[in-house]
């Protein structure tokens, strides 16, 4: 299944940083995932898609995200390598592809742009041939125009724009695009209650428009856990040890980096936190870090003791999540390795 990566920080990273280098990186995910188990797709090789903003508003250049996809295996793809080494920005989306809807195609690669606004998906919408026409319908002509290939997460960024006042303008506040997001999942839940679909819906939703970074980790289901999500933060993300070994840097409280990935980019335990299942992380411009609840049906409070006992076999089986399984990748100053359980 896929795999994303989010980066915003106060300042540019080298693209390598996060999809070269780094020997978890969202490139070697690709073909080395940690915390998924598909036995039918074992690797995301089917495209990948990197898109970023430049560090300084040119006027000629407009606001709109800068996109980079292909539909080669990440890990094969020479150019991706070139230009990682020399394109720097202060927030980038990266996605590695595995196919379950639609066809291997550049309109299929994440990240979908529309205007300034930027839109990637891990996860399924659970029987979306059926429910398609109704969500079509549901769209106006800007968001229906919009979409360019015949995937479900394409298809729920146009969802998304429909949401929004105006998908074309010049600028969004946080709060519009985490209520767009929030009544976007609602929609999808009701088109799946009107055509009795009873399968989980697994909507890891990203979106941003260059300077707000929305994300969802959710699942249609009270009792199955959702596609895993995690953070990190600090104020510095570095290598520390030769053969790509990374960490996260706090030498204070400020927040100059957050990234969110599907899983974590080091072997770094205290790097990486969990994202709760059916919550919402908000990335502010002010790069302050929000953890809000989706409470609908499917919503269960943390101190609700269910909250701790949803079953992980449905994310399993559909290649979303896997038993935390001990590796030995990272190396010790003595140059042994040591076990370790990936967070």
Not at 171 to 180: I, Q, Y
Request: aromatic fraction near 10%; hydrophobic fraction near 35%.
């Amino acid at each position: 299944m896929c795999r994303f990566v989010i980066y915003k920080g106060t300042s540019p990273v080298q693209l390598s940083h996060l999809l070269t280098r780094p020997c978890h990186s969202i490139i070697n995910q690709a073909f080395d995932s940690r915390l998924r188990l598909d036995r039918r797709r074992p690797m995301n090789g089917d495209g990948f898609g990197v898109g970023w903003y430049d560090s300084v508003y040119d006027e000629e250049l407009g606001s709109q995200p800068c996109i980079f996809t292909s539909v080669t295996p990440a890990w094969n793809n020479v150019n991706l390598t070139r230009l990682a080494e020399k394109i720097k920005s202060p927030l980038v989306f990266g996605h590695v592809r595995a196919t379950t809807a639609g066809s291997l195609s550049l309109d299929n690669c994440h990240p979908f742009v529309h205007g300034k606004l930027m839109f990637m998906h891990n996860g399924g919408i659970a029987e979306f041939p059926v429910l398609k026409r109704r969500l079509q319908k549901d769209l106006p002509d800007a968001a229906f125009d919009m979409v360019q290939g015949n995937t479900d997460s394409e298809w729920a960024f146009a969802l998304f724009l429909s949401k929004l006042p105006d998908c074309n303008a010049r600028s969004f506040t946080s709060e519009t695009l985490r209520k767009a997001m929030a009544d976007t999942i609602a929609s999808l839940n009701l088109y799946a209650e009107e055509y009795n679909i009873t399968e989980p819906s697994l909507m890891n939703f990203c979106v941003t428009d260059g300077e707000t970074v929305v994300v969802t980790r959710y699942i249609s289901s009270k009792t199955d856990e959702a596609a895993s999500l995690w953070f990190s933060s600090g104020t510095e993300f570095s290598e520390y040890a030769e053969g790509g070994h990374y960490k996260m840097s706090k030498a204070d409280k400020r927040e100059n980096i957050i990234m969110v990935a599907s899983e974590p980019l080091t072997f770094e335990r205290a790097d990486w936190m969990e994202i709760k299942t059916n919550h919402m992380v908000v990335i502010t411009p002010k790069m302050n870090l929000l953890q809000i609840p989706i409470k609908d049906k499917f919503y269960v409070p943390p101190s609700d003791p269910a909250a701790a006992k949803r079953k992980i076999e449905f994310a399993q089986e559909k290649g979303f999540l896997n038993p935390r399984k001990p590796i030995s990748d990272k190396p010790l100053k003595n140059g042994r390795r040591h076990t370790l359980t990936l967070p």
